[in-house]
């Protein structure tokens, strides 16, 4: 593909503007990270000011890492005008199964906005849990063996009606019809916090209603992992450490150019069509 129309150089035209309702430990991390990818985030979390936020917004990101009532209030109140508004909104559903609060938060916001363009961006245990309605996480982490993880990820999107990003040594995006798993990235973003609650950011982005590149939200969503791994991939090469690598993979999104991105698209991608 030419450079010229890859969206990932679309994105760093437009820098959309990804409203962020989000946890207390990663946010930093996904400020900088949107920002090195080519967006601009906004953190903005009141009950009493997220609606007009959203207004502003290109793409709305939920993530539930350190979910209280109140933030659930926030969460609900940003979703209902995103929904009104047309605004993709991206939930990462951190350790749903773990507690009610966040089961019950989780059914509510999906309630809240059936119909809409929705995404669920979550790890093997969390996207499990969607489908299966068994945890087997442990804590925030998303370790456990699922044989059949495709399988899971479609159940997840036909039952939830959302787009599903399962992220994962390979990462498997399905919208219950079309499928398409990525293998990239490196064994060291699993020792740095923040990378799955960033895999939401950057789909986030990659989804924002500004971008008019014609491609389906599945292989938009397909790019922003590839995106992320070929980063990591390339930040390990140079880091001593999971300290060193949290740096340079700041460094690899900006440097990251999007006709490299779309020829490692175009090499490695499968897309399988149910
Ligand atoms: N062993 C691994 N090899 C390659 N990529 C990985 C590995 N572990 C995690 N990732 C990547 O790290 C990101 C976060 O995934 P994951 O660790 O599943 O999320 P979480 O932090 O929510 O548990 C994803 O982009 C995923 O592809
Ligand atoms: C450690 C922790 N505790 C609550 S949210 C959070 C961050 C989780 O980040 P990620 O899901 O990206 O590993």
């Known amino acids: 593909m030419n450079q010229d129309n890859s969206v990932l150089d679309e994105i760093r035209t437009k820098k959309p503007l990804i409203h962020h309702i989000t946890n207390n430990v990663t946010m930093m991390l996904l400020a900088n990270g949107v920002l090195a990818a080519g967006g601009s985030p906004m953190m903005v979390h009141a009950e009493e000011e997220v609606a ?41 559903p951190v350790a749903v199964g773990m507690t009610k609060l966040r089961q019950n938060t989780l059914n509510d916001l999906l309630s809240a906005s059936e119909g809409a363009m929705r995404t669920l961006c979550g790890n093997a245990a969390e996207i499990h849990f969607l489908a299966e309605k068994e945890w087997k996480g442990r ?32 990462d498997i995006i399905s919208n219950g019809k079309k499928t398409i798993i990525i293998k990239s990235g490196h064994e060291l973003m699993a020792k ?13 982005l990659f ?68």
Do not use: W
């Open 52 to 92: 007009e936020a959203v207004a502003a917004a290109q793409s709305l990101v939920i993530n539930i890492g350190t979910l209280t009532p109140s933030a659930a209030r926030s969460m609900t109140e940003a979703l209902m005008l995103a929904v009104q508004k047309g605004v993709p909104i991206v939930i990462d």
């Open 192 to 204: 740095m916090t923040g990378t799955g609650c960033f895999a939401s950011s950057l789909t986030a």
């Open 139 to 170: 804590g925030v982490d998303g370790e456990m063996n699922v044989r059949h993880l495709t399988n899971v990820a479609e159940k997840a999107a036909q039952q939830t009606g959302c787009l599903i990003v399962m992220t994962g040594v390979k």
């Open 207 to 274: 989804l924002a209603n500004s971008l008019t590149a014609k491609l389906c939200p599945v292989q938009k969503a397909a790019r922003a992992m590839l995106m992320l791994g070929m980063c990591a991939e390339k930040a390990a090469q140079t880091s001593e450490g999971s300290g060193t690598f949290a740096v340079r993979l700041l460094d690899e999104l900006c440097l990251l150019n999007g006709n490299d991105l779309e020829k490692r698209y175009d090499e490695c991608v499968m897309e399988r069509v149910i």
